[in-house]
């Protein structure tokens, strides 16, 4: 069984730097491109960042381009995201979530989501 | 930058049936995908490709797409169908998403 398992939200303050963490289990974490989207409470599901199998390629929304960083590590079967510079507009939940297809960049439906992890920047 | 329009809300009988639009330049020309959410649960892939259900999915939700719209279609509406829908593309690696409808059951 497909497992995202998301990490490390928690109340910062604007300006300030955040590491999510997703822990995958239950496929080949190193065959899939995998992604974050965030959703504010209430609003609806934003795109934030992408990252190939291999780590090849990485796409950011424009909303946090500059400021976040993803990456993965295969052996740890692992996703994360580094948030810096946070804005009181990037308190959200934030998901990982993994497309239906193998060594596919975009173009796959995201067929298995973690529950996610809530950031909420305040002061 | 690509942009999906969906309605706020749409509304349907018990055991009537449901049409979710999503609006898009060319949209039939890309894959479109639709999930489900519900309160406080993360999304769920109810269609994708345009008009193919995932297993569990129930034969009452269908989709199509084509000019610049896209539909999803739940027939024979059960009050479990509540929730919020958001359709989905790709454009080159990145994801867009449609605002999301609110599905009421009446």
């Known amino acids: 069984e497909v497992q995202l398992v998301e990490s490390g939200g928690h109340l910062v303050q604007p300006g300030g730097s955040l590491r999510l963490s997703c822990a995958a289990s239950g496929f080949a974490f190193h065959e899939f491109a995998i992604y974050w989207v965030r959703q504010t409470p209430g609003q609806g599901l934003e795109w934030v960042s992408g990252v190939s199998w291999n780590s090849g390629s990485m796409e950011y929304a424009d909303s946090v381009k500059g400021r976040f960083t993803i990456s993965r590590d295969n052996a740890k079967n692992s996703l994360y995201l580094r948030m810096d510079n946070l804005r009181t507009e990037d308190s959200a939940f934030y998901y990982c979530a993994k497309p239906q297809l193998a060594y596919v960049w975009g173009n796959s439906p995201l067929d298995s989501w973690g529950l996610g992890t809530l950031v909420t920047v305040s002061s | 930058s690509y942009v999906l329009t969906q309605p706020r809300s749409v509304s349907v009988a018990l055991g009537q049936t449901a049409t979710i639009t999503c609006g898009g330049e060319n949209i039939g020309v890309r894959s479109l995908h639709w999930y489900q959410q519900k309160p406080g649960q993360a999304p769920i892939l109810v269609i994708f490709?345009?008009?193919n259900r995932p297993s569990g999915i129930p034969e009452r939700f269908s989709g199509s797409n084509s000019g610049n719209t896209g539909t999803l279609t739940i027939s024979r509406a059960q009050a479990g169908d509540d929730g919020d829908y958001y359709c989905?593309?790709?454009?080159?690696?990145?994801?867009?998403f449609g605002a999301g409808t609110k599905l009421t059951v009446l």
């Open positions: 989905q593309v790709w454009q080159s690696g990145f994801g867009v």
């Open positions: 490709r345009d008009n």
